[in-house]
């Protein structure tokens, strides 16, 4: 099942018109008004394709366990992004016969 955008254009479509829409403005043929028309219709179809990928992130779970019954276990997902894993803090280690 596709979600919709807000003006009745399925997310996936709305990918396409976006493809096709850089495609045009990077081919430089398109008058000014249009051009500008176009950039801005893809910015709007941008911001609506994050705002649904941000709704679907949020409806993800995680299966955790499955419970006594045999029923399973949900989490809601924490998405982390790979830059922000963090390291193991380093400690420096004395030498146990340097001295001060």
Known sequence: ?????????????????LERTVRDLED?????????SRYERGVGLIKDCHGRLRQAE???LLL??????????LQAFQHE?????????RRARRKPDETV
């Open 28 to 36: 430089g043929r398109l008058g000014l008004d249009d051009a500008l």
């Open 58 to 60: 949020q409806r993800i």
């Open 1 to 17: 099942m596709t979600e919709s955008l807000p003006d009745g254009l399925a997310f996936e479509d709305a990918l396409v018109e």
């Open 64 to 73: 955790t366990g499955v419970d006594d019954n045999g029923k399973p276990l």
């Open 81 to 89: 992004a790979t830059g922000a894993v963090k390291e193991p803090i």
